[in-house]
């Protein structure tokens, strides 16, 4: 047994948890901060358009993270759960062939880009000004897909290698050197919405670049050596990204619906609106961050002991889990309802109007958010015991009941009911996700 293996068995499951969790949620946090880093500086140094347009691409950009993601946890989970089996060459070959899945999707990803970017943007909204506005951020992402995928996906298979700390340190160097390279390329090069653009793909790679580095050094648990990436398993890249599409699913129902609220906001609304909703968009991106950092740091743990066969820990960690789940998520929303002019403060300089359309609009927005975060925790549970069905089922069923909520409110409630819809459509399916989630524990009980 590895010493990393003794620590999971024998450890006190709360010591477990901490050295796991908190620097996953650090590390997921420091992700999230590229964008918002890119959010600050575009709104407060550009303005008012350039932050519509920014947001105008974030579905584009979103769908980049999100297979980056979904490839690096549908990889680890099934690495994980070899770890815990005792199968180590097996999870020695895991790990490769997520490092290939990664650059086949960053490969496909560019060549996609090359041609139907224009497409793309237009689809999404941007037109005239806004279009050229938005295709200077996004394609210098297509450009550098690479950077982003392995600078996204890295760090989880870092943290995934018995390396939490290393995974988080990786992250808070990019956020930092993406905060240093925004104010040099926005602020002093006055590069506008490519100047973002460089600073987050920048930061990226160097992340990508060292955590690769870290896998071929003496401080990986499991070392790679060029040899190693001989075999292609087009078979293992397949069933990585199915036991990795919850998380896809789960990322893109969030690029779908930024796309559709821009769309019904510039149809009920005007640019403006769409620039006071990034806002919201952005804190739900924070919320979902530290969502997706508290999932991805159990994750292994309940992959780990799933293989190992001890059921008694799992149930501990989804219940302790749940509780900070709701107790952040709940915390948060009486956050924004006390302070919402400071929030839309860091990011805009507004009129007395706009500012009272932009609390108005949190305030229905965002009072449900803590079932958006809860739902992230669910799916992880069931991607982490190779069960990504029933996670997959609660993600489109998320889609399934707001597409038809964003398009039909509207029409009785005007602009409202584009801010009602995704609250809506979480209490629903936040209450379906309570009962899938207590069966899973039940049924954990019975073996």
Not at 188 to 202: C, K
Not at 247 to 267: G, I, K
Not at 283 to 308: D, K, R, V
Not at 347 to 368: E, V, Y
């Amino acid at each position: 047994m590895s010493q990393q293996n003794r620590f999971l068995e024998e450890q006190p499951l709360g010591r477990v948890l901490r050295r796991y969790v908190v620097p996953s949620v650090l590390a997921l946090f420091m992700n999230g901060a590229y964008q918002l880093c890119d959010a600050f500086f575009v709104g407060r140094y550009i303005g008012v358009s350039a932050l519509a347009a920014l947001n105008l691409s974030l579905p584009f950009v979103f769908i980049l993270f999100s297979s980056a993601i979904m490839i690096s946890v549908g990889g680890m989970a099934l690495f994980s759960i070899a770890q815990g089996a005792k199968e180590h060459e097996k999870a020695q070959h895991q790990l490769v062939q997520t490092f290939w899945t990664l650059g086949v999707g960053a490969g496909l990803t560019f060549g996609l880009c090359w041609f139907f970017l224009p497409d793309i943007l237009h689809l999404l909204g941007a037109e005239g000004a806004l279009y050229d506005l938005a295709f200077s951020y996004t394609h210098l992402f297509g450009l550098g897909c690479f950077a982003v995928y392995f600078g996204i996906g890295v760090p989880i298979l870092v943290r995934n290698d018995h390396s939490p700390k290393v995974a988080t340190g990786l992250l808070v160097a990019g956020a930092v050197g993406n905060i240093v390279l925004d104010w040099v390329f926005v602020v002093y090069l006055d590069f506008g919405l490519s100047g973002a653009a460089w600073a987050s793909i920048m930061a990226q790679g160097g992340v990508g670049l060292v955590g690769t580095v870290y896998f071929f050094s003496r401080w990986a648990a499991y070392r790679l050596h060029i040899h190693d990436f001989a075999r292609l398993d087009p078979t293992a890249w397949g069933k990585i990204v199915q036991n990795g599409l919850p998380t896809f699913l789960m990322q893109s129902y969030f690029s779908l619906m930024t796309a559709l609220h821009n769309h019904l906001f510039l149809e009920y609304g005007s640019y403006q609106i769409v620039a006071l909703f990034s806002v919201c968009g952005y804190l739900m991106w924070l919320n979902y961050t530290l969502a997706e950092g508290l999932s991805a740091g159990i994750q292994p743990l309940i992959s780990y002991f799933y293989g190992s066969g001890d059921h008694d820990k799992i149930r501990k960690i989804v219940h302790l889990s749940t509780i900070i789940c709701f107790g952040f998520g709940i915390s948060y929303v009486v956050l924004i309802n006390v302070f919402p002019a400071q929030i839309l403060g860091i990011f805009l300089d507004l009129s007395a109007d706009l500012q009272q359309a932009g609390i108005h609009g949190m305030r229905l927005h965002l009072f449900s958010i803590f079932f958006d975060s809860y739902l992230v925790l669910v799916a992880c549970i069931f991607q982490a015991v190779s069960a990504p069905k029933i996670a997959n089922l609660l993600s489109i069923g998320n889609i399934v009941v707001q597409v038809p909520l964003l398009f039909g409110l509207p029409m009785v409630m005007g602009l409202d009911g584009v801010w009602l819809a995704m609250p809506i459509s979480n209490l629903l399916i936040g209450g379906i996700a309570i009962i899938a989630q207590r069966r899973f524990l039940r049924t954990l009980s019975e073996r």
